[in-house]
Antibody, heavy 118, light 108 residues
Framework: QVQLVESGGGVVQPGRSVRLSCAAS????????MHWVRQAPGKGLEWVAV????????DYADSVKGRFIISRDNSRNTLYLQMTSLGAEDTALYFC???????????WGQGTLVIVSS | ETVLTQSPGTLSLSPGERATLFCRAS???????FAWYQQKPGQAPRLLIS???TRATGIPDRFSGGGSGTDFTLTITRLEPEDFAVYYC?????????FGQGTKVEIK
């Protein structure tokens, strides 16, 4: 079955960087666009970034543009999110999600928690 | 950018009752790119409805979606204990995704 497993979260100092990973299995990863979505503690869902199935196109929320980079390695079935210049506002649970056949996001990982704190 | 506003913020109901959740878009959106998700505490969101009214795989038929333009609804005909959760609407046009702020359905 479809499985998405995020990793790489933890406590990070303000201004530092971290890279998140999302390992995909159970489907042909290279056929699907992928997203990162985050959820601050006790808050709602915020879309962060998208990457096309072939990695040729990306897009970002204004709140992270210029600081985060989404990428993928289709040979490793893995999605990444490189996060730089982190601030307290980036503290959140980060989910990866798959663009389904209808365009809605039909599979989600369980998330990896990033806490930005000194 | 389209803003989605959900109402009510919290819905207090008993098992067996009917729940109707609303989502209003700040501008007209295509129903083809409109979805609803359910999220339980400590879990990832789960897709319930896509294209405004199409149930995702494995979603019970007590869940139904409707609406068009700027006004969309999610209806749960008879609440089961496992349905008490937070529900988010989403517009996913242009590959981006905009979410509403969520409606919490809690046990009365």
């Amino acid at each position: 079955q479809v499985q998405l497993v995020e990793s790489g979260g933890g406590v990070v100092q303000p201004g530092r960087s971290v890279r998140l990973s999302c390992a995909a299995s159970g489907f042909t990863f290279s056929n699907y666009g992928m997203h990162w979505v985050r959820q601050a503690p006790g808050k709602g869902l915020e879309w962060v970034a998208v990457i096309w199935h072939d990695g040729r196109r990306t897009d970002y929320a204004d709140s992270v543009k210029g600081r985060f980079i989404i990428s993928r390695d289709n040979s490793r079935n893995t999605l990444y999110l490189q996060m730089t210049s982190l601030g307290a506002e980036d503290t959140a649970l980060y989910f990866c999600a798959r663009d389904g056949a209808t365009g809605a996001w039909d599979s989600w990982g369980q998330g990896t928690l990033v806490i930005v704190s000194s | 950018e389209t803003v989605l506003t959900q109402s009510p913020g919290t819905l207090s109901l008993s098992p067996g009752e009917r729940a109707t959740l609303f989502c209003r878009a700040s501008q007209s959106v295509s129903s083809t790119y409109f979805a609803w998700y359910q999220q339980k505490p400590g879990q990832a969101p789960r897709l319930l409805i896509s294209s405004a009214s199409t149930r995702a795989t494995g979603i019970p038929d007590r869940f139904s979606g409707g609406g068009s333009g700027t006004d969309f609804t999610l209806t749960i005909t008879r609440l089961e204990p496992e349905d008490f959760a937070v529900y988010y609407c989403q517009h996913y046009g242009s590959s981006r995704g905009t979410f509403g702020q969520g409606t919490k359905v809690e046990i009365k």
